[in-house]
């Protein structure tokens, strides 16, 4: 007989529930969150596993590399639709969501997951870190600002390099402002040091990998569009058709149809915010900085005076996710005019 498991992921010990094909408990635990510990139980479980589904999270995908290199039947399950089918359960337990996920195995009523390689978690790490040192630069900058302007001083327009002298101006011969001054200016320093090394590793990872380098051909794609797409999709053959990684990373509109009603909304924005932000700045760039003539900012300006340029933008962002898609899996590099395809062609 077949049988499903589920597991549900918590920092220091999963529940593990099995079922058979009718639906029936078969052995529930508590199992630690190691890999070791979760292929030795269903070792000694004795039974043929058909699947075992994890929902996605923080340790699944390293719990999900150890299991199925250890040959076991696992699936990362899609954390919307696994949260979907939940909803009507009175009771939430790690117990009963094992329960739940085991029985979503069984059904099959589940999409899976696509567990991304160790470089691409990698450079995902790196874009991560690179993002909270600028927030918190930000965040210091501003909060700086909303202090002094208690005071009546206004800080006002600055660049990166005149900050710094020009709030020490303003806090000159006050020396309460000064000592809350100095030390923010000083974890401001330190902040904008580390964020400098990492724009730098950025450059380095963007110019190391021939995969963003490809990518970077094509207007308004620098090294952090590059590589936050290409970590992203990991695997461009995992996508049967270019047109699904718009879709894939929310830029396609939702839809609603039940009789007499049929509504198309605004984006669904499913997917990774940090690709939907990075080629809606593509767009942007494209769209509203001077850029040599291809066909893709000419049919982006055919939008723009037909729906708007904010439409235009979320349109060419979409755009891009084809086009990008479509040099990655075929190894070419970004053409700016479907003629001289043609003529390459011929």
Known sequence: MKHYAGIDVSLECSSVCVVDAEGRIVREAKVLSEPEALIGWFGELGLS????????????????????????????????????????????????????????MRMGWFRAVHCKSLSAQEVRAVLTARKLLQGKLHDVEMSLRGILRGFGLKVGPTTPRTYAARVEALVEGQPTLQTIAEALLKARGVLEQELRLFERRVRTMA?????????????????????????????????????????????????????????TGRISKIGDVSVRTALYEAANVILSRPVRGSDLKTWALGVARRAGPRKAKVALARKLSVVLHRMLRDGTEFVAHQAAAAMAAA
């Open 49 to 104: 596993m058909e699947r075992i589904g994890l929902e996605a999270g923080p340790l699944s995908q390293w719990l999900y590399a150890a299991m199925a290199k250890a040959g076991l039947a696992v699936e990362l399950l899609e954390t919307r639709h696994v949260r979907a089918a939940f909803k009507t359960m009175p009771v939430k337990t790690d117990k009963k969501d094992a329960r739940g996920i085991a029985q979503l």
């Open 207 to 263: 110019r190391d990998d021939e995969r963003s380098r490809r990518l970077m051909t094509t207007p308004g794609v620098g090294p952090l569009v590059a590589l936050t797409f290409v970590a992203a999709i990991d695997e461009a053959g995992r996508f049967r058709s270019s047109r699904m990684v718009g879709a894939h990373f929310g830029l396609t509109p939702k839809k609603y149809q039940s009789g007499e009603t049929d509504y």
